[in-house]
C-alpha cells in the first residue's frame, strides 16, 4: 500500500481566491492523480499528475481552473483558482503503486467557498 | 460505454445480515475491478478486488463474485456490523482506460 498525506484537510475560502493543495506519498509510484467528491457523489478525475510535464485533464476540467504540478515521483500539488461556492467539494488525490497497480486515496482536502 | 451502474443507492440491515451491493459494466477492456469503502470525512480506502479470470475472491467477512459473461461483479458482507455502516463505491479499470467508479451506495447496519 501507499501512505499518502494532503494537506490542507479542510479549509474556508473567500470568493474569487484561490487554494493549493499538496500531497506528498510515502513510496515512489507510477501515477498521481486528483478528484473531485461533491458531497454525498461519487468520484470524479481532475486530471493525472505527469511528473515533469503539463497534466492531463479529463472533459471539463481545464488547467487554469486547476494548475496541477509533479516536480517528482512522490509530490504533487493541484490548485483550485478564482474560486466559487460551486467549488466546494473534497478534493482526492490518489495513487497508482508500481507493485499492483491497486490506487489508494489520500483523506481528502474538504474545501467549503464562501 | 465506460460507464459503471452501481445499486442499490442505499441499504439499511439488521446486524448480522449480509448486504449485497452490486456493479454492472458494459466495457469488456475493464480487467480490474475493486471495492473502496469510504466511512464519513475519509478518503476511500481499497476494501477487495478482483480480476477476472476468478468468480469469487474472499477476503475476511468480504466477498466479492463476478460474473464475465454477464459484466457485473457484487460486494457481499457476511455476519455485518454496524462498524461496517459506510459508502461503498465499485470501480473498474484496465487496459487504457482509468478508474471508473459507481455512483455509491450507502450501508447502514442496524445494531
Known amino acids: 500500500s501507499a501512505v499518502i498525506s494532503q494537506k490542507p484537510s479542510r479549509d474556508i475560502c473567500q470568493r474569487g481566491t484561490s487554494l493549493t493543495i499538496q500531497c506528498q506519498v510515502d513510496s515512489q509510484v507510477t501515477m498521481m492523480f486528483w478528484y473531485r467528491q461533491q458531497p454525498g457523489q461519487s468520484l470524479t478525475l481532475i486530471a493525472t499528475?505527469?511528473?515533469?510535464?503539463?497534466?492531463?485533464?479529463e472533459s471539463g476540467f481545464v488547467i487554469d481552473k486547476f494548475p496541477i504540478s509533479r516536480p517528482n515521483l512522490t509530490f504533487s500539488t493541484l490548485t483550485v483558482s478564482n474560486m466559487s461556492p460551486e467549488d466546494s467539494s473534497i478534493y482526492l488525490c490518489?495513487?497508482?503503486?508500481?507493485?499492483?497497480?491497486?490506487?489508494?486515496f489520500g483523506e481528502g482536502s474538504r474545501l467549503t467557498v464562501l | 460505454q465506460q460507464q459503471v451502474k452501481q445499486s442499490p443507492q442505499s441499504l439499511i440491515v439488521q446486524k448480522g445480515g449480509i448486504p449485497i451491493i452490486n456493479c454492472a459494466y458494459e466495457?469488456?477492456?475493464?480487467?480490474?475491478f475493486p471495492w473502496y469503502q469510504q466511512f464519513p470525512g475519509k478518503g476511500p480506502a481499497l476494501l477487495i478486488a478482483?480480476?477476472?479470470?476468478?468468480s469469487e475472491k474472499k477476503e475476511g467477512r468480504f466477498t466479492i463474485s463476478f460474473n464475465k459473461s454477464a459484466k457485473q461483479f457484487s460486494l457481499h458482507i457476511m455476519d455485518s456490523q454496524p462498524g461496517d455502516s459506510a459508502t461503498y463505491f465499485c470501480a473498474a479499470s484496465g487496459g487504457t482506460y482509468k478508474y471508473i467508479f459507481g455512483t455509491g451506495t450507502r450501508l447502514k447496519v442496524l445494531a
Open positions: 499528475a505527469n511528473q515533469g510535464s503539463e497534466a492531463t485533464y
Open positions: 466495457n469488456t477492456a475493464f480487467d480490474y
Open positions: 490518489s495513487v497508482e503503486t508500481l507493485a499492483g497497480g491497486e490506487l489508494f
Open positions: 478482483i480480476r477476472p479470470d476468478v
